[in-house]
């Protein structure tokens, strides 16, 4: 097996890598890649790789193993590439994905302290998946990244194991889910709701609009979104809010009143309130962690 990676994967940074033997790789590393337009093979790496969209959406095809789909990838998404295995993209414009490598050892590790048994350091393929919690430790990783490492080796293995405990609860719930069969908004219809909502973030949505959406009345649509997602639909419409706002303003480009209103809010202290209730940051706070160019 290759580890050989093409130009746009940067070699993990030096400080993550270091130990007795020199070469050890990290349980966890993290890097902010381009994705070209067109046929795109992720590489082959020995640990699993979690992809975050990073940006504007990006209408793509893929395929993983026999399975070919088509879908638009959302800012905040990620998809899960196994170790060993590769996902082929066709994508309609470039776009840049934040990468979480994790150690297989260490997810088996975790698998046995949670009392998963007989697991053995794998995970099932994925894409498209939205959770809030996996989100905040790719914003951590990047953020350490961008930083030089403040919070040093100790940290970042810190939110390595918080990483592999939170995908074995996800893969073991959605085993759950599929065992138990309770009814959820099909993945289709939820990716179908997800992207009208990031289409109209500065529109005035209401439950009727996104229930039609989907294809039911208000009141089958509400608890099927509520399980497919695992929140409310005005609760998920608001963090996806406030997650577009603080990319905006990390940008540097439109004053906190203009995010506002892009992204939704009647008003500049309506998206302070609600970005403090989230994220537990005032718009200034975020627009200091800006992103390099």
């Known amino acids: 097996m290759s580890n050989d990676r093409p ?3 940067p070699t993990p940074p030096a400080a993550l890598s270091s ?5 050890r790789l990290p349980l966890l590393d993290v890097l902010t890649s381009p994705v070209p ?11 699993h790789v979690l992809c975050l969209h990073l940006g504007e959406p990006v209408p793509v095809s893929y395929r993983a193993g026999r399975v070919e789909r088509q879908g638009t990838r959302l800012h905040g998404q990620f998809c899960v590439v196994p170790a060993g295995s590769s996902t082929v993209w066709t994508l309609s414009g470039p776009a840049r994905s934040l990468l979480l490598r ?3 050892s260490l997810l088996r590790e975790t698998g046995e302290t949670m009392g998963l048994a007989g697991h053995n350091g794998e995970l099932a393929p994925s894409i498209h998946v939205r959770d809030s919690q996996i989100e905040q430790i790719g914003w951590m990783m990047q953020a350490e990244d961008h930083h030089a490492y403040p919070g040093g080796r ?8 918080a990483l592999a405990a939170r995908l074995l609860a996800l893969q073991s719930r959605h085993r759950r889910a599929q065992e138990s069969a309770p009814r959820a908004l099909p993945s289709w219809r939820l990716n179908q709701v997800v992207e009208y909502i990031e289409a109209h973030l500065d529109q005035d949505l209401t439950l009727a609009e996104l229930a039609a959406v989907a294809g039911f009345s208000v009141s089958h649509f509400k608890p099927l979104f509520r399980e497919a997602t695992g929140k409310p639909a005005h609760r998920f419409v608001l963090e996806r809010r406030v997650e577009r706002a603080r990319w ?7 004053s906190v009143m203009d995010v ?4 939704g809010f009647a008003h500049a202290s309506h998206l302070a309130r609600c970005m403090r209730q989230v994220l537990g940051l005032s718009p200034s706070q975020v627009a200091r962690r800006r992103l390099p160019d």
């Open 19 to 23: 130990g007795s033997e020199g070469l």
């Open 260 to 263: 506002a209103l892009e992204t």
């Open 7 to 9: 130009s746009c994967y």
């Open 102 to 104: 994790l150690s297989p």
């Open 154 to 161: 100790l940290f970042v293995d810190s939110l390595a194991s």
């Open 248 to 254: 905006l303003l990390q940008q540097g480009r439109a």
């Open 37 to 47: 337009t067109g046929l795109f093979p992720s590489p082959v790496d020995t640990r």
